[in-house]
């Protein structure tokens, strides 16, 4: 019988977190796209970050969510 294992949102940003690191180029696009939609409360506690750190965080998620749509554009052009 099989056993589930549940994962809470935390968690999975963890691992999310941890894969980001390693990740190619396009795949840190995809997981950038994930942390781009947390809070910025949500992104200072799942990092460690203060506020400055937060606010440069964001600056390049949103560069890299920015990057991501326009490889997507391009694709279906």
């Known amino acids: 019988m099989p056993t589930f294992n ?3 949102r935390t968690q999975l940003a ?4 941890e894969r980001f690191r390693d990740a190619s180029r396009l795949e840190a696009l995809q997981i950038a796209r994930f942390f781009a939609a947390l809070t910025d409360a949500q992104l200072k506690a799942l990092f ?3 506020d400055a750190q937060t606010t440069a ?5 949103d560069e ?3 990057t991501l749509d ?4 391009a694709a279906g052009e």
Not at 14 to 17: A, G, P
Not at 57 to 61: A, F, G, V
């Open 64 to 66: 890299k969510v920015t």
């Open 57 to 61: 965080l964001r600056t390049r998620l």
């Open 14 to 17: 963890q691992r999310l977190r």
């Open 6 to 8: 549940h994962s809470t």
């Open 70 to 73: 326009r490889i997507r554009a």
């Open 48 to 50: 460690s970050l203060t």
